[in-house]
């Protein structure tokens, strides 16, 4: 199994642009999960879905802030417009259950 | 001015030692704990998982010991390598699916 893939691993944009960041989760997973990292903060959950609907997304930041599902082997997390203050790593993770999570290698998202 | 990021508990110890690290969670509802190892640059690699129903789960190298009365979790690494060297985590999951990650230890080990 390729594991938890996610796309690109560096981004870099300008302040004001939308960022799609990108996860295919491990095959036959029902959950995903979309964390944040930063020396601030630390890991934090966004927000994770379960057969492809969205289950709790009290992490989201704010309304800049959307990610979708459309289907069991794809994800997306959009920023729009973007701001400095988003620059993190996002790792997407999946498991089947509740247990076991397996996260991606992140996006190292830098906005300037 | 500048901001200040999370100052980790660090851990360092010789090659061929035993390793102890410690994480105090939270939420006394939680019923499942897992053990991450982050090296610089990559993802979170799953170690070790616990559930509630137990207090010890042994691994390769590696133990976990759960104590739900004081709500403290330990993983402990036997004959710590160099490729050890990394930040651990421990997560647990509280409400829901939701998995909550404690801020983390840099365990460095020493050749």
């Known amino acids: 199994d390729a594991g938890v893939i996610q796309s690109p691993r560096h981004e870099v944009t300008e302040m004001g642009q939308e960022v799609t960041l990108r996860c295919k989760p491990i095959s036959g997973h029902d959950y995903l999960f979309w964390y944040r990292q930063t020396m601030m903060r630390g890991l934090e959950l966004l927000i994770y879905f379960n057969n492809n609907v969205p289950i709790d997304d009290s992490g989201m930041p704010e309304d800049r802030f959307s990610a979708k599902m459309p289907n069991a082997s794809f994800s997306t997390l959009k920023i729009q417009p973007s701001e400095p203050r988003d620059s993190a790593v996002y790792f997407c993770a999946s498991s089947l259950g509740t247990f076991g999570y397996t996260f991606g290698s992140g996006t190292r998202l830098t906005v300037v | 001015g500048e901001s200040v990021g999370l100052h980790l508990p660090t851990l360092s110890v010789q090659e061929g030692d035993n390793s102890i690290i410690n994480c105090a969670y939270s939420?006394?509802?939680?019923?499942?704990f897992i053990w991450y190892k982050q090296e610089s640059g990559k993802g979170p690699q799953f170690i070790i998982d616990?559930?509630?129903?137990?207090d010890k789960r042994q691994g390769q190298r590696v133990t976990v010991l759960l104590n739900k009365t004081v709500k403290h979790l330990s993983l402990q690494i036997a004959a710590t390598q160099p490729g050890d060297s990394a930040v651990y985590f421990c997560?647990?999951?509280?409400?829901?699916?939701?998995?909550?990650f404690g801020e983390g230890t840099q365990l460095t080990v020493n050749p």
């Open positions: 939420n006394s509802a939680s019923d499942y």
């Open positions: 997560a647990e999951k509280t409400s829901g699916s939701r998995l909550t």
């Open positions: 616990i559930r509630s129903n137990m």
